[in-house]
């Protein structure tokens, strides 16, 4: 887990121009994962979302650090709005070439849902802070909680792998 510097002055940047992009409904915008009635994912570039730039150049860093690379990983990132009521189903990120994944947390309301990960018979349970970056190998299987507040958590969910070139 990596604490981000300055987490609340980035997150409030990010849900800024996340809330004003989704009120435009700009074009860019994708959703993907219908499950229990919402879209889990929802993708905007960060050519659009410029604000989300420092977290994700940060995130390839630790992820480097993590896989133990020189290079830098890139980076397929996605937005997850989890309204009260709702959890995120138990799945893996392990369907491509990704190397890890990793979720950074904006918004978290208290009682908004854990992340759950399991492996090898353990469970790992974290209860999420905003401005904290946790990273796992993708074949880990995860969920998050029933989220128990009365606001909606926000995070970034991430795959990283390299491109051949």
């Known amino acids: ?3 981000m510097a300055d987490g609340e002055a ?4 990010i849900r800024a121009q ?3 992009l989704k009120a435009a409904n700009h074009s860019a915008i994708t959703y993907s994962h219908h499950f229990e009635g919402r879209y889990e994912n929802t993708y905007i570039p960060a050519s659009v979302l410029t604000s989300i730039q420092p977290m994700l150049a940060v995130a390839r860093r630790e992820a480097a650090r993590f896989l133990r690379r020189e ?3 890139e980076v397929g990132f ?5 309204a009260p009521g709702h ?3 138990a ?19 208290e ?3 854990d992340l759950v990960l399991e492996q090898g018979g353990a469970t790992t349970r974290i209860r999420p802070e905003p401005g904290m970056l946790v990273l796992f190998p993708p074949d880990v299987l995860h969920h998050v909680t029933q989220n128990l507040a009365d606001e909606t958590r926000l995070s970034v969910g991430m795959n990283f792998g390299v491109r051949d070139d």
């Open 10 to 13: 980035l997150n409030a940047a």
């Open 111 to 113: 009682n908004s849902g």
């Open 91 to 109: 799945h893996r990120h392990d369907e491509d070439d990704e190397l890890l994944s990793g979720v950074y947390y904006i918004d978290v309301p």
């Open 1 to 3: 887990m990596v604490r």
């Open 71 to 73: 290079r830098l990983p």
């Open 18 to 20: 996340y809330q004003a």
């Open 78 to 82: 996605w937005l997850n709005e989890m």
């Open 87 to 89: 959890v995120t189903v």
